[in-house]
């Protein structure tokens, strides 16, 4: 039996992986989210669902991290991988509503705690390599205007990555980073139509606009997401560790 946590797994990137992952029998999976509702609804859409964990908390509370593992003591004695995949978008601007602290604190400062409380665990799991692997964004690698959080945030945690890839690389633990371009999710489509309300156009024609600028002209399904999450935490991943991957369409090109 392996054992896998995913944050943001109440929708999005984070359920559909869940859902993946729940396919096989020899995989327990900690689901997260702040939103109950959210995170049962998914537990019963899984494969294998009475061997799962759902919770609800915010990553950014230690204890309630502590807590998880205490009331799960028997089931969580280790973990082989975790998805730091919980994040909140939308633009941010300078004053009195100004959502930096928020998005500062949930994107990286969250990702941060949730790591290092995971890492006892991680290290007592028994395999040969155990995985990290954050939810950046394609905005760690361009920027766009109003976004000084988000793009502050995501970029961040390519710095948290490097660390931590050579801090636990002689313990067998990979840690990389996800940067995807638009992903098909409620974050997305509020991003879609932020921007649609910023240029005065509707959200079909700003949809089209922003798959006009990408090389592939597709948004990326969670599926699709889900699908590398798996490859990313399987055995035959052994040398991928400190990178920031981009599955964007083409919209960013080192
Ligand atoms: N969709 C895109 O185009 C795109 C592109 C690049 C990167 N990303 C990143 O991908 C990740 C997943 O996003 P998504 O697109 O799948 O969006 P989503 O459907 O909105 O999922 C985000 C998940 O994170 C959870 N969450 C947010 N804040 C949390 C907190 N403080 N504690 C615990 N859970 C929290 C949300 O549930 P609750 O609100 O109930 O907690 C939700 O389950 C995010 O990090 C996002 O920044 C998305």
Not at 196 to 212: C, L, R, V
Not at 243 to 248: A, K, M
């Amino acid at each position: 039996m392996k054992t896998y946590i995913i944050t943001g797994a109440g929708s999005g990137m984070g359920a559909a992986t869940a859902r993946l992952l729940s396919k096989d029998p020899n995989n327990r999976l900690v689901i997260i989210s702040r939103t109950k509702s959210n995170i049962d609804e998914v537990l019963t859409s899984l494969d294998n669902k009475e061997q799962h964990i759902a919770a609800a908390f915010d990553i950014r509370e230690a204890s309630a991290w502590k807590n998880l593992f205490a009331t799960y003591s028997d089931k969580l004695a280790s973990i082989d991988g975790l998805f730091a995949n919980a994040g909140i978008g939308g633009a941010n601007h300078y004053g009195e509503n100004d959502r930096w602290d928020e998005i500062i604190s949930i994107n990286l400062t969250g990702t941060y705690v949730s790591i290092q409380e995971c890492l006892p665990y991680l290290r007592n799991s028994k395999q040969a390599f155990k995985h990290i692997l954050i939810t950046s964004s394609c905005l760690a690698r361009f920027g766009v205007p109003a976004y000084t959080a988000y793009c502050t945030a995501k970029t961040g945690l390519l710095g948290l990555t490097r660390s931590l890839a050579v801090e636990l690389g002689s313990e067998k633990i990979l840690v990389n980073a996800l940067c995807p371009g638009w992903v098909e999710t409620e974050m997305a489509r509020a991003g879609i139509q932020l921007l649609a309300n910023a240029i005065g156009k509707d959200y079909q024609s700003t949809f089209d606009e922003q798959m006009g600028i990408v090389p592939l002209q597709r948004i990326t399904q969670p599926e699709e997401i889900a699908q590398f999450v798996k490859f990313m935490f399987s055995d035959l991943q052994t040398s991928i560790t400190g990178q920031g991957l981009d599955i964007n369409n083409g919209s960013f090109m080192i």
